[in-house]
């Protein structure tokens, strides 16, 4: 059975027509680019930033209650 | 701890841009998906070659959309964690699970049956292969369930499936099935895939109609135009029979919504639908001395009565406006700005007082603070609403600026939209009289129309997201966390380099896109494989 399976997409791979090939080439390298150049180097979350659950934790309550609005730009001025 | 609106205004035209991108590929492939399977059930059952090669024609321009879309709403997870971790942090839980669920089921469904549907036209019989496009379409219909199951509970967080942990900060699902059905979500979710048939069908019928127009393929173009014809008059009168239903549910769970799409400044009995009008600009102060809405619009059509028929199922029902929703109507039970703003406030005292309590180990303070952030503040139609579900409320301080959302943007996108679901009604009606009375190969003026239609779905879909997400602000989830509150508390600079990032490859996708999709079109159904 997962022979079977295993054939049927190495011989749908195999056959692909020529739009087939550019889309799979087109997939993989987006994936390639959202995955592992765009996640990694360009999207840190808190997590690398704050170490822990409960620092993590402490920053959103505190966040959370003590929150206030300003521009930057205002601040600046 | 200050937040920094530039953060935030980048943060949301990234989550815009990419959410604008991504909606680009999704209702086609969720239209598109079912059209095949349309085109493949009549080849099964009349077993001619010339359906096969319609349907083959057909599942290539879906691959192509299907392929480029692919994980594009992906990045979308990745903003939640960097550009809005606050959100992430407080409704995570929560929101995480119709996620997780749609990413299985789009991943094992859709990965599965995509499989068989391409790769096995010569491998599998012809029933097996039916099955698995029909599967496919399911699938993919049923990843969109799950999303906008978590879109509903944004637009309306209700008590009957979740409670505010104030221990956490954190939302808690408390009834999975309840979080399932609630209404706001079944609605949008049978609007977004009815108007997703509508731009598979409109894409068809236009497609066939170039070809008809070119004189190339004509009887292709027939069979195609005639089932895209059929299923698109079904689709559109269903997308505004339960738009219907979702204006309903708007103006029900969301007045401050619906008062900007319907640009009403001012509470009517018996109120008015604008079929046409420029919403006059007012401050604040000019809407708290506006007695009625002669001067709400610069130019007007108005239906009277049809506001309260369509949002609250009675002729008379009085609709409140920006007025009584800012300033209050005891006459209706409408709460004020000031009196939810403190409500809001003391939930977020209450919670300060829970930690500083918990601190410190006093478990009474601890227990007291609890007891007043979960009390029971108003019944909402059998709904208890707790203090707690007013939380966001305390940090609003300008109702001009951040209690309801943009007029101009969120009337006009609406409007659009509806204007734009009338004229594909009527289109398919034109269309499919003359494909009833044998006519359609020489009507070259609806075979026009159809052409230049092709992009207007996308439009279409695009301002009614647009008046669905703009009109729910200044909030991400409604009532309990403002937008300005739930970005990330820390600079992050990446936000503008990634949103240029995604820009590009956005360009550069659509652009691939779009000439694939040229290149299949212009080749025809005798090129597609």
């Known amino acids: 059975m997962f022979n079977k399976i295993l054939l049927f997409y190495i011989d749908g791979f195999k056959n692909l027509s020529s739009l087939g090939k550019k889309l799979w080439l087109l997939i993989i390298i987006k994936l390639v680019v959202i995955f592992v150049v ?40 | 701890m200050h937040i920094d609106l530039h953060m935030l205004e980048w943060a949301r035209a990234q989550f815009a841009m990419t959410a604008i991108f991504h909606f680009f590929f999704v209702p086609f492939t969720l239209g598109m998906s079912f059209m095949v399977a349309f085109f493949e059930t009549i080849y099964v ?92 379409a399911a699938g993919s219909n049923l990843s969109a369930l799950w999303i906008l199951i978590a879109n509903g509970f944004m637009q309306h967080p209700s008590s009957a499936f979740y409670t505010f942990d104030i221990d956490t900060a954190r939302l808690e699902l408390t009834n999975f099935f309840n979080l399932i059905l609630q209404p706001v979500a079944q609605v949008k979710f049978l609007h977004v895939v009815t108007a997703a048939y509508t731009m598979a069908s409109v894409f068809v019928l ?35 029979v339960i738009g219907d239903d979702h204006a309903y549910e708007v103006a029900n769970t969301q007045p401050t919504k619906i008062a900007a799409m319907e640009g009403l400044l001012v509470g009517e009995k018996g109120a008015p639908i604008v079929a046409i009008g420029i919403p006059n600009h007012k401050t604040l102060d000019e809407i708290k001395n ?33 007025k009584d929703l800012v300033y209050g109507n005891k006459e209706y039970g409408i709460w004020s700005f000031d009196h939810l703003k403190a409500e809001g406030q003391r939930a977020l005292a209450d919670l300060k007082a829970y930690h500083e309590a918990k601190a410190r180990g006093d478990e009474a303070a601890m227990q007291a603070a609890n007891a007043d952030f979960h009390a029971v503040v108003a019944d909402v139609n059998g709904v208890k609403v707790q203090r707690a579900a007013l939380m966001g409320y305390g940090y609003l301080t300008d109702p001009a600026k951040q209690f309801f959302p943009p007029i101009t943007p969120v009337f006009f996108s609406f409007h659009l939209m509806v204007a734009l679901g009338f004229w594909f009604i009527l289109l398919f009606i034109l269309a499919y009289a003359s494909i009833m009375k044998g006519t359609y190969v020489d009507n070259k003026l609806v075979q026009k129309l159809a052409v230049y239609t092709i992009p207007l779905p996308w439009v279409a879909t695009s301002f009614g997201w647009m008046s669905a997400e703009i009109g729910r602000q200044p909030w991400t989830v409604f009532g309990i966390l403002p937008t300005a509150h739930s970005v990330t508390p820390l600079d992050l600079v990446n936000v503008k380099a990634t949103f240029f990032m995604f820009l590009t490859a956005f360009i550069v996708l659509g652009i691939a896109e779009l000439k694939m999709l040229f290149t299949v079109v212009k080749s025809g159904p005798k090129g597609a494989h």
Not at chain 2, 101 to 128: D, H, L, N, P, Q
Not at chain 2, 218 to 238: C, P, Q
């Open chain 1, 38 to 77: 765009i996640k990694v180097f360009f999207f840190p979350t808190v997590d690398t930033k704050v170490n822990g659950e409960k620092a993590k934790q402490a920053l959103y309550i505190n966040y959370l209650t003590k929150t206030t609005t300003t521009k930057k730009s205002q601040k600046e001025e």
């Open chain 2, 206 to 240: 236009g497609v066939s109609s170039l070809y008809l127009l070119k004189g190339k393929h004509i009887e292709f173009a027939k069979k195609s135009a005639a089932v895209g014809a059929a299923f698109g008059l079904v689709a559109s009168i269903a997308v505004a």
């Open chain 2, 290 to 322: 506006m007695q009625n809405n002669d001067d709400s619009f610069s130019l007007a059509l108005p239906i009277p009565h049809l506001l309260s028929i369509l949002g609250k199922h009675s002729f008379d029902a009085f609709v409140p406006g920006i």
């Open chain 2, 45 to 136: 059952k009349t077993g001619k070659a010339e359906w096969k090669s319609a349907t083959q024609f057909w599942q290539v321009l879906f691959g192509i959309n299907f392929a480029i879309g692919l994980s594009t709403g992906i990045i979308h997870e990745f903003e939640f964690g960097t550009n809005w971790s606050t959100y992430s942090w407080v409704v995570g839980d929560l929101f995480g699970a119709p996620l997780a669920i749609e990413g299985v089921v789009a991943f094992f469904m859709e990965a599965t049956f995509a499989a068989i549907a391409f790769f096995g036209w010569k491998r599998v019989s012809k029933g097996v292969h039916l099955t698995s496009s029909w599967l496919l």
